[in-house]
């Protein structure tokens, strides 16, 4: 196999394919509401730059890429005891020098965290370390983050993390670091990243408002098609060679966690009251097919890809002249980073599979429901983790749900317990209203200043005509009547 045929990521049983340099630097999403194969397009690009030894960053809302550990040494940070790092204990240089320094793929897992102002803190710490680190790697990276509208709002404006996504949209191609996102609602993405993308995939869409989102861009004609597309099937547009295609993208080969569950009738008991057995005739539903070769098969041949091994360039400068265009007379501080510096394959093997990595990480291996295929994983390497992976129970987790207010410091039946509790509700309500009136204040001064046509009327509920104002014409008049309300109780309260 060449190099050239080497760099092209196969998305579908026909062979259609994206160049890996496109992917790894560029700007891309992928489109589909619930079901319509989204999560698994984006899983069947992911497995083949894992494939190719191209590492890159997950940051995973939803919980469904860790399976990845069926097939790919892949790092996972979460706050679960399936996690090989915890994400309290992880610092995010050591998630970059992971990506950058030794050339390993990581998955930020956040969909057992309870509380997200801090754990998008530590995402957009590791983001903006790695973008600036970029500058003088310009190593190809890919950051692949799930549900993309939580970060980049169509509306509401842009917080910390959110902006420096969209500074990688906007300058980090010339640096190698590319950003893909995935999300159900077109119409609830920031506009200005959509704008910035130059491969975008849109599977299965209903809504009106996001069906506009597809007209505006494809037009009309795929605007209807868009609504009538099958499963796994999307229309693909991509600027590097101005195509418009329908792509049926193949099935992804580690498990799906995302997929919908089944109802099995074996798993159904007998809920009759007459005593007779009944008897389920529901037709068994199907189960997912297995890939022709599974993860063990590739532990075995010593090759985690379906494709031969492929050759590397013979330097660095080969590999950006093919890329680049740019000749032997100098480097091109301008020039897209070629994929030429992946060092070490990201496909599991016989040595990282019994916890004996060269360096030095031991990781978790995935187990599919139901399956026994492993008899080998890091729980009988002989020890823990060495980034020392929490056990199932840990008190200061991040998963423990949170309490109202610390346990009184008095032994039960303390007459002085009643106080606190009371103290502890006192503060509660004190500390509410204040928000409540800080949000009106701030809604108040919001109607104050209105629209470049004028204030809003406050006798006119909030509309597109109107305006974007926060409160309608009612929601104004009950919240006000609830303050008003508080300060008669308050002031009864002081009188009597």
Same mark, same amino acid.
């Given at each position: 196999?060449?190099?050239?045929?080497?760099?092209?990521?196969?998305?579908?049983?026909?062979?259609?394919?994206?160049?890996?340099?496109?992917?790894?630097?560029?700007?891309?999403?992928?489109?589909?509401?619930?079901?319509?194969?989204?999560?698994?397009?984006?899983?069947?690009?992911?497995?083949?730059?894992?494939?190719?030894?191209?590492?890159?960053?997950?940051?995973?809302?939803?919980?469904?890429?860790?399976?990845?550990?069926?097939?790919?040494?892949?790092?996972?940070?979460?706050?679960?005891?399936?996690?090989?790092?915890?994400?309290?204990?992880?610092?995010?240089?050591?998630?970059?020098?992971?990506?950058?320094?030794?050339?390993?793929?990581?998955?930020?897992?956040?969909?057992?965290?309870?509380?997200?102002?801090?754990?998008?803190?530590?995402?957009?710490?590791?983001?903006?370390?790695?973008?600036?680190?970029?500058?003088?790697?310009?190593?190809?990276?890919?950051?692949?983050?799930?549900?993309?509208?939580?970060?980049?709002?169509?509306?509401?404006?842009?917080?910390?993390?959110?902006?420096?996504?969209?500074?990688?949209?906007?300058?980090?191609?010339?640096?190698?670091?590319?950003?893909?996102?995935?999300?159900?609602?077109?119409?609830?993405?920031?506009?200005?990243?959509?704008?910035?993308?130059?491969?975008?995939?849109?599977?299965?869409?209903?809504?009106?408002?996001?069906?506009?989102?597809?007209?505006?861009?494809?037009?009309?004609?795929?605007?209807?098609?868009?609504?009538?597309?099958?499963?796994?099937?999307?229309?693909?547009?991509?600027?590097?060679?101005?195509?418009?295609?329908?792509?049926?993208?193949?099935?992804?080969?580690?498990?799906?966690?995302?997929?919908?569950?089944?109802?099995?009738?074996?798993?159904?008991?007998?809920?009759?009251?007459?005593? +007779?057995?009944? &008897?389920?005739? %529901?037709?068994?539903?199907?189960?997912?097919?297995? !890939?022709?070769? #599974?993860? *063990? =098969?590739? @532990?075995?041949?010593?090759?985690?890809?379906?494709?031969?091994?492929?050759?590397?360039?013979?330097?660095?400068?080969?590999?950006?002249?093919?890329?680049?265009?740019?000749?032997?007379?100098?480097?091109?501080?301008?020039?897209?980073?070629?994929?030429?510096?992946?060092?070490?394959?990201?496909?599991?093997?016989?040595?990282?599979?019994?916890?004996?990595?060269?360096?030095?990480?031991?990781?978790?291996?995935?187990?599919?429901?139901?399956?026994?295929?492993? +008899?080998?994983? &890091?729980?009988? %390497?002989?020890?823990?983790?060495?980034?020392?992976? !929490?056990?199932? #129970?840990? *008190? =200061?987790? @991040?998963?423990?749900?949170?309490?109202?207010?610390?346990?009184?410091?008095?032994?039960?039946?303390?007459?002085?317990?009643?106080?606190?509790?009371?103290?502890?509700?006192?503060?509660?309500?004190?500390?509410?209203?204040?928000?409540?009136?800080?949000?009106?204040?701030?809604?108040?001064?919001?109607?104050?200043?209105?629209?470049?046509?004028?204030?809003?009327?406050?006798?006119?509920?909030?509309?597109?005509?109107?305006?974007?104002?926060?409160?309608?014409?009612?929601?104004?008049?009950?919240?006000?009547?609830?303050?008003?309300?508080?300060?008669?109780?308050?002031?009864?309260?002081?009188?009597?």
């Amino acid at each position: 196999m060449s190099t050239e045929d080497a760099e092209q990521l196969v998305i579908s049983d026909d062979g259609i394919s994206l160049p890996a340099i496109e992917v790894l630097t560029g700007r891309g999403v992928i489109f589909g509401k619930s079901g319509s194969g989204k999560s698994n397009s984006a899983s069947v690009i992911i497995e083949e730059l894992l494939e190719r030894g191209f590492p890159l960053l997950i940051v995973d809302i939803e919980g469904e890429y860790y399976t990845l550990k069926e097939r790919y040494e892949v790092i996972h940070i979460g706050a679960t005891d399936k996690a090989d790092m915890p994400l309290r204990e992880t610092e995010p240089e050591e998630v970059v020098t992971l990506c950058l320094d030794r050339n390993r793929p990581v998955i930020i897992d956040l969909s057992e965290v309870m509380d997200m102002d801090p754990a998008e803190y530590f995402v957009d710490q590791v983001i903006t370390i790695l973008f600036s680190r970029e500058k003088e790697a310009r190593k190809p990276f890919l950051v692949v983050v799930e549900e993309i509208h939580e970060f980049l709002p169509q509306q509401g404006g842009l917080d910390d993390l959110g902006e420096t996504l969209i500074r990688i949209a906007k300058r980090g191609r010339k640096r190698g670091l590319g950003l893909a996102g995935m999300s159900q609602r077109p119409a609830a993405v920031d506009k200005e990243f959509i704008t910035q993308c130059d491969w975008l995939v849109w599977h299965r869409l209903t809504w009106k408002n996001d069906t506009q989102v597809v007209q505006s861009i494809l037009g009309s004609e795929k605007a209807q098609e868009v609504q009538e597309l099958a499963t796994g099937e999307g229309i693909m547009m991509t600027d590097w060679d101005e195509m418009i295609r329908t792509v049926k993208f193949r099935r992804k080969r580690t498990y799906d966690a995302a997929d919908t569950p089944t109802i099995s009738p074996e798993n159904r008991p007998d809920l009759t009251t007459d005593g +007779t057995t009944s &008897t389920v005739t %529901s037709q068994q539903s199907p189960e997912r097919t297995e !890939p022709s070769e #599974t993860a *063990e =098969d590739a @532990v075995t041949n010593g090759n985690g890809s379906d494709a031969p091994a492929e050759s590397e360039p013979s330097s660095a400068g080969q590999s950006a002249e093919s890329t680049n265009g740019e000749g032997d007379d100098g480097h091109d501080p301008e020039a897209t980073p070629a994929p030429a510096e992946r060092t070490q394959p990201a496909a599991r093997t016989d040595e990282t599979d019994s916890g004996d990595a060269d360096d030095g990480l031991h990781i978790k291996s995935f187990e599919p429901p139901g399956s026994q295929r492993r +008899t080998a994983n &890091t729980e009988s %390497s002989g020890g823990p983790s060495a980034y020392g992976t !929490p056990p199932t #129970t840990r *008190e =200061d987790s @991040v998963t423990d749900v949170p309490k109202k207010h610390a346990d009184p410091p008095f032994e039960d039946g303390d007459s002085r317990t009643a106080l606190w509790e009371l103290g502890h509700m006192v503060a509660y309500v004190v500390a509410t209203v204040l928000a409540i009136v800080a949000r009106t204040g701030r809604n108040a001064i919001e109607y104050a200043k209105g629209t470049e046509a004028g204030p809003f009327d406050p006798l006119e509920p909030a509309s597109t005509e109107n305006g974007t104002a926060p409160l309608s014409r009612d929601q104004m008049v009950l919240v006000i009547s609830g303050l008003l309300l508080l300060v008669i109780l308050v002031l009864g309260f002081v009188m009597a």
